[in-house]
């Protein structure tokens, strides 16, 4: 069955760079999430699309935007980058009228040096 | 402020024993998810509960809902070694589009 794509899966950039990181939901579902997650922490939730609008926003900073296209794949762009902004980046994605419960991609794992 | 709190933080454990993990929270939630994540990997999606006091089994894996939906369990039986990794409740709030994550577990099941 197809899963949730992420990619890069792991990215090294800079300070003061940008970064741009891709999600293919699964075919049929309606709802994307970001989520980061330090090291040794819960994900937290940054923002989602329903249908490719912007549903929900979390604790994303202002410096981060994310989009949802025609054909369902969201990216979440990353400016000015920080060292605090290593982590693990997961894009999930869901449809309540199929089932409850989230399906993860692998996410990817941005080192910022 | 973390919305859901589990315990333990960290578990270690001999093969074969029987252990509960709790996931508790103040809120009431339309429905608690567990999931499993192994490191550098994603959160796989264990099981939903949906109903106040549901019960659900998943092998030797057993969950259940609190009456008043603000709080979950996830009991394991005969622990195994492949059983270890960071286990995570999430909570799915009616009109909120996203899951709040608890604190998570870590389990350790030593052979």
């Known amino acids: 069955a197809a899963g949730v794509i992420q990619s890069p899966r792991h990215l090294i950039k800079e300070k003061r760079e940008t970064a741009t990181l891709k999600c293919y939901p699964i075919?049929?579902?309606?709802?994307v999430y970001w989520y980061q997650q330090g090291p040794g922490q819960d994900p937290q939730f940054l923002i989602s699309f329903y249908e490719k609008m912007q549903s929900d926003k979390g604790s994303i900073p202002d410096r981060f935007s994310a989009q949802q296209f025609s054909d369902y794949h969201s990216e979440l762009n990353m400016s000015s980058l920080e060292l605090g902004d290593s982590a693990l980046y997961f894009c999930?994605?869901?449809?309540?009228?199929?089932?409850?419960?989230?399906?993860f991609g692998s996410g990817t794992r941005l080192t910022v040096v | 402020t973390q919305l859901l709190e589990q315990s333990p933080q960290f578990l270690s454990i001999q093969e074969g024993e029987n252990l509960t993990v709790y996931c508790n929270s103040s809120?009431?939630?339309?429905?608690l998810q567990w999931y499993r994540q192994e490191p550098g990997e994603g959160p796989v999606l264990l099981v939903t509960v949906v109903t106040g006091g549901e019960v659900k089994k998943l092998k030797r894996l057993t969950f259940q809902f609190g009456d008043a939906r603000k709080d979950s369990s996830l009991h394991i039986t005969a622990a195994q070694p492949g059983d270890t990794g960071l286990y995570l409740c999430a909570g799915d709030q009616t009109g909120a589009n996203n899951l709040f994550f608890g604190t998570g577990t870590r389990l350790t099941v030593i052979p």
């Open positions: 809120s009431v939630f339309s429905s």
């Open positions: 075919p049929r579902h309606d709802t």
């Open positions: 999930a994605s869901s449809n309540r009228q199929i089932a409850y419960g989230y399906t």
